[in-house]
């Protein structure tokens, strides 16, 4: 059986992040030939142009580690009604320089939890909008606009019984839309 390593985006650098908590209590709904690896982003430097030819060491990291993985997995909070600033950087970083790209054709899904009732509804529109651009193929359905609530999270840190169902169809969608699309 093929084992499928999942570069996993969280799109907050807070060390509290509920899209941190969020990856991390996915994992055991995965099945166990699916390995998710969180990609540090928050050593970037500001993506210039002018770097392009030379980039930093923490730039090639990540370029390295988008390339090796065989699908990705963001997890973004909303900002002013798009994505934060430092998952547009890596984005950025690990895009360029032009016909250098390490994103096309992984295949992504994406979430993310917010407290504000919408979730994060535009910020995942808007990296649909990137991730199309860059060549990523992205899970359609079902969509997780998740809100953060009392019991998301039991005490151990784990998806609450009230979510369960509904995150468990979710990363099964996913973890046969990344088949499909690894497979072709």
Do not use: C
Request: aromatic content about 8%; overall charge negative; charged content about 20%.
């Amino acid at each position: 059986m093929k084992n499928y390593d999942i570069a996993v985006i969280v799109g907050s650098l807070r060390k509290d992040s509920l899209n941190r908590q969020l990856a991390d209590a996915l994992v055991p709904l995965a099945p166990p030939e699916f390995v998710f690896r969180q990609v540090q982003i928050s050593d970037l430097p500001l993506y210039n142009q002018d770097d392009d030819s030379n980039p930093v060491a923490s730039v090639r990291r990540l370029k390295s580690e988008i390339k090796v993985a065989d699908a990705l997995l963001f997890l973004t909070p909303e900002y002013n009604r798009s994505i934060p600033g430092v998952l547009k950087n890596a984005l950025d970083h690990a895009s360029r320089p032009y016909g250098q790209s390490v994103w096309g054709g992984k295949p992504a899904g994406i979430l993310g939890v917010s407290v504000g009732a919408a979730g994060t509804a535009l910020a995942q529109q808007h990296l649909r909008n990137i991730l199309a651009f860059l060549d990523v193929p992205t899970l359609g359905q079902p969509e997780a606009y998740i809100q953060a609530k009392e019991g998301l999270f039991d005490e151990e840190g784990h998806i609450g019984l009230g979510s369960r169902q509904f995150l468990q169809n979710w990363m099964d969608r996913y973890v046969a839309w990344v088949v499909s699309v690894s497979v072709g």
